[in-house]
């Protein structure tokens, strides 16, 4: 069974620190990567995405891919209290257009 | 900036009745996607839609669920005879065809099945 993988936490992490949150998949056909914030009784909403081994930085959010440890990483900089969140993680695999297969979400609490 | 709309956000049903969620996806779009999520479970997928016909279904989309994009704007959700197991939030998504296979997703349906 294809799973995507997260740390429910919550992680907590006082205003102005970084926040690391992780992702592991089980499928090696896995072709791209997404990080999603949802907020409570709210829908996703994408922040990053990321194909390629390494780092991808957009503002204070940093995405990093290592496929053959199978895992994916999101830094949130500087974190504020509006960063907290559910952090999602979704993975297409097989590529193309196909569905994407979410992780169950990390919580994380910035505390002021 | 263009976003995806869902109507109703809020549909109450008695078990058995068929329900129908609207989606409008956003203009340009033309892959679309249905999934749902459980009350403090994961966002699972339901289906996908590519110019006019089914691409891709999970395991959930059984015989009393389809789409259908009756106009050229909307993008709708039946469930024929609803059981008390599909109460969750529905969420419509919606890719362009030049995009990075990024979804974006509406604000969600809440269906209540009593």
């Known amino acids: 069974q294809k799973e995507v993988e997260q740390n429910s936490g919550p992680l907590s992490v006082p205003e102005g620190a970084i926040a690391s949150l992780n992702c592991t998949y089980s499928?090696?056909?896995?072709?791209?990567f997404f990080w999603y914030r949802q907020y409570s009784g709210k829908s996703p909403e994408l922040i990053m995405f990321?194909?390629?081994?390494g780092d991808k930085e957009d503002g204070r959010f940093t995405a990093q891919l290592n496929k053959a440890s199978q895992y994916v990483s999101l830094l949130i900089r500087d974190s504020q209290p509006s960063d907290s969140a559910t952090y999602l993680c979704?993975?297409?695999?097989?590529?193309?257009?196909?569905?994407?297969?979410f992780g169950s979400g990390t919580r994380l609490q910035v505390q002021p | 900036e263009p976003e995806v709309t869902q109507t109703p956000s809020h549909q109450v049903t008695q078990m058995g009745q068929e329900v129908i969620l609207r989606c409008v996806p956003i203009?340009?779009?033309?892959?679309f996607y249905w999934y749902r999520q459980i009350l403090g479970q994961k966002v699972e997928f339901l289906v996908s839609?590519?110019?006019?016909?089914?691409?891709?279904k999970s395991e959930i989309f059984d015989d009393q669920f389809s789409v259908e994009r009756p106009d050229g704007s909307n993008f709708t959700l039946k469930i024929r005879s609803t059981k008390l197991e599909d109460s969750a939030m529905y969420f419509c998504?919606?890719?362009?065809?030049?995009?990075?296979?990024?979804?974006?997703f509406g604000p969600g349906t809440r269906l209540t099945v009593l």
């Open positions: 499928d090696r056909g896995s072709q791209s």
């Open positions: 839609f590519y110019n006019n016909e089914i691409s891709e």
């Open positions: 998504a919606s890719m362009s065809s030049g995009s990075n296979n990024e979804q974006f």
């Open positions: 203009s340009n779009h033309l892959y």
């Open positions: 979704a993975v297409n695999i097989g590529g193309g257009r196909r569905a994407l297969t």
């Open positions: 990321i194909y390629s081994n």
